[in-house]
């Protein structure tokens, strides 16, 4: 019995580590400051009607994405994750508080189709922030709000600069991109 609760623990780190490795970005939540100073900037920018959808791009273990999905019951809410172990307990999560507005992607959120989305949200890193940029390059149409907790986009220019009242008053970065 030991061996194999060992085994499927070694295995769930090694699969950590190798979603980590690969995308760069660990599947660390945010903070509880952060999230709550990102819903209230979701809540200035989010109309009341008609329904939108907000995406969090790299949703990890679900605690962000999941305070969206209740905080605005009558949107649809999204998230991208990359890593099954935090994908399948964030999808364990929504099941338990049957969250029917929210939709969890298991995979790599730069080659979706994120058309449809209104408002982006993401914590991520330098790197995976620059891919993000390269990718609405990519993809001129798009129109929305994008949100990053903590990384400026690079060469775009923040619309607003909210600081967390944190240690390290952490960043949160607003960019309308296209015509939103
Ligand atoms: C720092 S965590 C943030 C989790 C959550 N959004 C929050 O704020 O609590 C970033 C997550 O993004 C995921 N990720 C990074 N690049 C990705 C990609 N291209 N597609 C899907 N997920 C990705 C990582 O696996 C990680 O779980």
Known sequence: MTVIVG???????MSILYSTLRT????????GRSRRALLDCLSDTVPEAPAVTLVDLGSG?????????????????????????????????????RLDNLTLHRGDFLKADLRHARVLVCYLNPTQMARLCERFDASAGWAGTLFSVGFAMPGARAERT????????????????GHG
């Open 7 to 13: 085994s499927l623990c070694l295995l769930a780190l």
């Open 24 to 31: 760069s970005v660990p599947p660390m939540p945010s903070s």
């Open 61 to 97: 273990w679900g605690s962000l994405v999941i305070a969206m999905a209740r905080r605005f019951p009558r949107h649809r809410v999204e998230g991208y994750e990359l890593s099954w172990l935090p994908w399948m307990v964030s999808r364990l999560l929504k099941a338990v508080l």
């Open 162 to 177: 909210v600081r967390v009242n944190e240690l390290y008053n952490t960043p949160i970065y607003q960019y309308r991109l």
